[in-house]
């Protein structure tokens, strides 16, 4: 299994970014995809999961209304529209996969990880 992360970048704060995770050898429709990001000196955090079954979705209250986790099956990619960037949304962002249909925030309950793509809000 092979997650591949990318782009992320440098943006000034109010613009936007798509982050995408393509993957082989797991097909992401089947299982949770997630989202997280760690900024340095802190803890790993859950910004945004997509279940498998019907499309639920969860956010994180700090980008509610400014990220959209959506998937793209045809091309066995997820990914993480960000919009309205903030200097706190600065970070490393990992996709992952838990073989399970049930989304969580927890980044121990995920089996497989992308290698992460750096977003980087600044003016």
């Known amino acids: 299994v092979q997650l591949q992360a990318c782009g992320g970048g440098l943006v000034q704060p109010g613009g936007s970014l798509r982050l995408s995770c393509a993957a082989s050898?797991?097909?992401?429709?089947?299982?949770?995809v997630g989202w997280f990001r760690q900024a340095p000196g802190a803890e790993r955090e859950g910004v945004s999961c997509i279940n498998s079954r019907d499309g639920n979705t969860y956010y994180a209250d700090s980008v509610k209304g400014r990220f959209t986790i959506s998937r793209d099956s045809a091309n066995n990619t997820v990914y993480l529209q960000m919009n309205s960037l903030r200097p706190e949304d600065t970070a490393v962002y990992y996709c992952?996969?838990?073989?399970?249909?049930?989304?969580?925030?927890?980044?121990?309950?995920?089996?497989?990880w992308g290698q992460g793509t750096l977003v980087t809000v600044s003016s």
């Open positions: 992952a996969v838990r073989t399970s249909t049930v989304i969580t925030t927890r980044p121990f309950m995920y089996n497989y």
């Open positions: 050898g797991i097909t992401l429709d089947y299982y949770a």
